[in-house]
């Protein structure tokens, strides 16, 4: 089983930059990609990132340009660097452990979730 947990989110205005962080843990030999999903108010989570174990990435359309995924294979750890943040982007980000990346998809693992951490972008 894998545990998962996110932090850096936080209050910034838009225009700035925040950086998450993700940790896995417990059975990490068997996460092959990770993920970051987000989930505004009303709405359904939807994927922000993905990157696999070999360094292919899978970005949403509305951050590609603007947010950078990357990964640390021997710390199980995954980061996702947000730059020119809109008050569209203000939601909590999940990350998910151990899902697949497969073309342009990222299929999350259904145990591999975080609690999650809020961004808030101001205007």
């Known amino acids: 089983q894998v545990q998962v947990e996110e932090s850096g989110g936080g209050l910034v205005q838009a225009g700035g930059s925040l950086r998450l962080s993700c940790a896995a843990s417990g059975s990490t030999a068997s996460i092959e990609s990770m993920g970051w999903y987000r989930q505004a108010p009303g709405k359904q989570r939807e994927l922000v990132a993905a990157i696999s174990r070999r360094g292919t990435t899978n970005y949403g359309g509305s951050v590609k340009g603007r947010f950078t995924i990357s990964r640390d294979n021997a710390k199980n750890t995954v980061h996702l660097q947000m730059n020119s943040l809109k008050p569209e982007d203000t939601g909590v980000y999940y990350c998910?452990?151990?899902?697949?990346?497969?073309?342009?998809?990222?299929?999350?693992?259904?145990?591999?979730w975080g609690q999650g951490t809020q961004v808030t972008v101001s205007s």
């Open positions: 998910n452990a151990g899902g697949l990346v497969s073309g342009s998809n990222y299929f999350p693992s259904k145990d591999g």
